[in-house]
C-alpha cells in the first residue's frame, strides 16, 4: 500500500502550512521595517511600528522575529566612527 504513510501526510501538511505562515511573515517584516525607517524604532514613541506590532502579535510572529526586524532596520550607533581622510 504505497502513499499511505502517515508521516508524509503530516510533512506535506506542515510544509504548506509553513510556507504560508513565512509569506506572511515576510509581509509583516518588510511593514516593520518601513514603520521603523519613518518613525524610529521606539514602540512607543512610533504609532504606525505599534500598529503593525499589533498585527504581527495576531498573526502569531514570535518576539524575536519582530525583534530581529526591528534592530536589523534601525540605524546604527555613528557616535563613535572616526573619520579618515
Known amino acids: 500500500m504505497s502513499g499511505h504513510s502517515k508521516f508524509a501526510n503530516i ?10 505562515k513565512g509569506k506572511i511573515f515576510t509581509r509583516l517584516g518588510k511593514e516593520i521595517m518601513v514603520a521603523v525607517k519613518e518613525g524610529g524604532p521606539d514602540v512607543n514613541n512610533n504609532s504606525k511600528l505599534r500598529q503593525v506590532v499589533a498585527k504581527c502579535k495576531a498573526a502569531n510572529m514570535p518576539n524575536d522575529t519582530i ?5 536589523y532596520t534601525e540605524p546604527p550607533e555613528s557616535d563613535n566612527i572616526p573619520i579618515v581622510m
Do not use: M, R, T
Not at 510533512?11 to 504560508?20: I, Q
Not at 525583534?67 to 534592530?71: G, L, R, V
Open 67 to 71: 525583534n530581529n526586524a526591528i534592530k
Open 11 to 20: 510533512a506535506h501538511k506542515k510544509a504548506a502550512n509553513d510556507a504560508a
